[in-house]
């Protein structure tokens, strides 16, 4: 039974990772906690994705043109963020959601 949580995140090892990974593909974990490393390169079934920080760095200085750079970084991340949800072949469906929380 699908029971387990595990977090994914940068200052895991490589080892560490696959192992979480694993635990994913094993069904011994339902749940994944994790930063953008999850984003790219890991194909693991999710049914469900939540995004809760949009990360906009943007800086008091930035010019239009640097501003504009990060938001198209921005956005193809989040694109990579919800498209983790109803992989082909892992998951019949996939849902992907954003909190947004206004300061």
């Known amino acids: 039974a699908r029971r387990g949580v595990v977090f994914h995140h940068a200052g895991l090892t490589h080892a560490e990772r696959e192992l979480a990974e694993q635990a994913v593909r094993d069904g011994d974990a339902a749940i994944v906690v994790a930063t953008t490393t999850l984003s790219t390169g890991v194909n693991l079934p999710a049914v469900r994705v939540v995004v809760l920080q949009l990360n906009d760095d943007f800086r008091a200085g930035d010019d ?40």
Not at 79 to 87: D, I, K, L, P, S
């Open 64 to 103: 239009a043109a640097t501003r504009a750079a990060k938001t198209a970084r921005g956005g193809a991340l989040l694109r990579q963020q919800c498209g983790r949800a109803g992989r082909a072949g892992l998951a019949v469906r996939g849902d992907a959601y954003v909190v947004c929380v206004s300061e």
